[in-house]
């Protein structure tokens, strides 16, 4: 299993992620931030589309495995096959599992076992570190 400290396949010293990135966006996926719950556009968005990552444009989320969880955060059931990586957070004096995409690395939020069906998981997202394509885009 990959961490937010093994080698990936996009890798980029703070000061490049810096220079593409906004400082929000660069403190939630690079720096582990949560942004404030109910801020992000895109945690009441069920518009067709695909959700990929703000840091390096990979496809990690579709709408039809979004669902409206009620934390304020953006939340998916499932994601696209293979696009997320798992580590073990145990910052905030808690056990989390931490989810990062899989080709940079990028921090994108956390993952909870209190889902709907048919996966019962919970991606619970930070909408900062997405970026949407509606389906009409692509
Ligand atoms: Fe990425």
């Known amino acids: 299993m990959k961490t937010s400290k093994d080698n990936f396949e996009i890798v980029k010293s703070d000061q490049e992620w810096q220079e593409i990135l906004r400082p929000e966006q660069f403190d939630v996926l690079r720096k582990h931030g949560t942004e404030i719950a109910g801020t992000s556009p895109f945690n009441k968005q069920y518009r067709t589309?695909?959700?990929?990552?703000?840091?390096?444009?990979?496809?990690?989320?579709?709408?039809?495995?979004?669902?409206?969880?009620?934390?304020?955060?953006?939340s998916f059931y499932d994601s696209i096959k293979g696009a997320i990586a798992t580590s073990v957070d145990q910052s905030l004096f808690m056990t989390r599992k931490e989810v990062h995409c899989s080709r940079c690395g990028g921090h994108l939020g956390h993952v909870f076992s209190d889902g709907p069906a048919p996966t019962g998981l919970r991606y619970c997202i930070n909408g900062v570190s997405l970026k949407f394509f509606p389906k009409e885009d692509i």
């Open 49 to 74: 589309g695909t959700y990929v990552c703000g840091g390096c444009g990979y496809p990690l989320f579709t709408s039809d495995i979004k669902y409206n969880s009620g934390t304020g955060w953006p």
